[in-house]
Nanobody, 123 residues
Framework: QVQLVESGGGLVQPGRSLRLSCAASGSFFSVNAMGWYRQAPGKQRELVALISSHGITEKYADSVKGRFTIAKDNAKNTAYLQMNNLKPEDTGVYYC????????????????WGQGTQVTVSS
């Protein structure tokens, strides 16, 4: 059974930082790419960042480039999303997902999702 568990969300003021974590079970993690997605109230889920299976290639949504950094530690079966200079529009539920890079770039997330962690950016 594949399980993904996100953590690290919370309420922060604009301009502050948060680091999200995604802990994965199973040995599949190191051989798959993974992505962070978010869903704001009333909006569709959107891709935030991608990282390839060995962490060499990264891809970001234009709205977070230069502020967010994705990382993957295969030894710990954990992925991270460092979010700096947070803005109110970054508010939403953040989900991690594991899948194939080739599917991600075709806007096809993998089948496995975590339960999500809430990020709220507000003064």
């Amino acid at each position: 059974q594949v399980q993904l568990v996100e953590s690290g969300g919370g309420l922060v003021q604009p301009g502050r930082s948060l680091r999200l974590s995604c802990a994965a079970s199973g040995s599949f993690f190191s051989v798959n790419a993974m992505g962070w997605y978010r869903q704001a109230p009333g909006k569709q889920r959107e891709l935030v960042a991608l990282i390839s299976s060995h962490g060499i290639t990264e891809k970001y949504a234009d709205s977070v480039k230069g502020r967010f950094t994705i990382a993957k530690d295969n030894a710990k079966n954990t992925a991270y999303l460092q979010m700096n200079n947070l803005k109110p529009e970054d508010t939403g539920v953040y989900y991690c997902n594991v899948g194939a890079w080739g599917d991600y770039v075709r806007d096809r997330p993998g089948n496995y999702w975590g339960q999500g962690t809430q990020v709220t950016v507000s003064s």
